[in-house]
């Protein structure tokens, strides 16, 4: 939304009119990246946005509807307004989903009765990705999977004979899902592909010269801006296919990025196109959905980084959602067909299928509003450094924040002290933490505890330097009760806001070779519930350090 903002004020796609750091560049496999900064990429003496810049472009009108009421990404000193840019995302990704969830009924209902079309908005609209990830920001998903939807209505419309297809809209269409996210080329070709059966050779035509005047727009675009024919973020380099056969079964039955996991409703359209194919129609529409949906699930195993990083779920495959409303659509209108299935088997597989929705919704309803399985990408050890946490069914990520996660097999040795703002300290962290912060950090549930070893099972004191969340007149005081092993140690209401030392004494009798130290804090809140900022996490108490002293 900074670049949607620039090209309003500056008709620019330089960010160098704002006050961004040049920090000291970073070199990825791709490009430069600005220090730490991954979203911005130097180009000798400039700044630009890395990502691909189609959603910055389609946002412009929204953007600029914001600065009307208010918020802009930009301060009045030229700084850039993260809370600008997050209350801009997130009601445009709720709005052009919302528009899309119009679109999956708009799609169903061309053959479907409208209580079985009903059902397949709520699947794709709640129990997919759109839900938990791409209504929540302004993901390149986002505006790239409500295009690819508009497409998939066009062509199913068209097979019904309740409209006919127009090439330069579809064309155009495509165009801009591949310019908002260049992995959108694998339902471009497929897409084009279905059209050389479909068009007459003055709509190929048609369709042929629109894509490419959209592609000379493209090429143009970058060289004028990078001196190259594509941006660094659409080059196919980033393919190498070097992890396929670990990624490939991780992005299908992985317990935290399977999409079959995270989306169990798949199982239930592959019953349906099964069972019923016979009295399947529009198949040639089936057959182009179900080989651009395989086709994703390829590209995306291509990818070294192929879990999509500190994400949730098989965000990676939310391009494959129209696809599988369209499925849908054709599977139910197939079973409704049929006129001889027995009325034992109708029955069970409608529960199954009502199952598996219940079941698709409670898991992207999790990824939706649990802050839990967002931590999850950091906690106890970020994903990013052990990937091998993907497949442990142990703590799966739509369980994060129910189940705690399984004791860890190293439990690192608390020698002198814990400095909670370092990464260093994480190795401590087991659950219930938040992110670091500048002078400590929160804890992020009614319960956080920190595993450590000792050398020698003598007793301790810890000096514990914290303070806890309060509100005057709105919450006073904080009850903190701290238990090593299950035993409780401290139990004592907080009420100063400043960072104070505690002193807890840790009790030979009641130490281990290996330890669990557990605070609970039952009154822990969220700042947003007392309507004193944004802030959603279950906050109690902030901890700076941890240190250890012997006892007297």
Known sequence: MMLSQCLLEHRSFKLDHYSIPRLQPVMRADYVQNGEIYQIEQVGPHLYYFFPPGSSILSVPFVLLANVFGSSTINPDQTFSL????????????????VLAAIFFCTARLLLPIHYSLLVTLGGAVGTQIFSTASRAMFTDTWAVLLLSVVGFCLLAAETARTRLRPVLLATLLAWAYVVYPS????????????VFVFDRRQLLAYAVTGIGWAVALVGYSWYNFGQLLPNYFRPGRLTFRQFWTAL???LISPSRGFLVFVPTVIFIAYLLVRFRRQLKHRRLAFLAIAATAAQLIVISGFDHWWGGHSYGPRLMTSSVPWLVLLSTLGLDAMLTSQKVPRFELIAASLAGLFLLTASIFINERGANARETATWNM?????????ERIWDWRQPQFLAGLLAPPFPPNVPLLENKIDFTASESEKYLWYGWSIAERESRWTGATHATIIFSVADTKS???KIRMAPFVAPGRLDQQRLIIRLNGQTLFSELLRAQELTDYTVSLPARYLNTRNVLDFEIPGAVSPASLGLNKDERQIGI???SIAIEPAQ
């Open 83 to 98: 809370d600008g840019e997050t209350k801009i995302e997130a009601l445009l990704a709720a709005f052009l989903m919302a």
């Open 249 to 251: 079964p991780g992005n």
């Open 184 to 195: 959108y080329v694998v339902h471009v070709a497929g897409i084009s592909l279905y059209l």
């Open 460 to 462: 301790l004191n810890l």
């Open 379 to 387: 906690l106890p050890e970020n994903v990013d450094l052990h990937p």
């Open 542 to 544: 902030r901890v700076a």
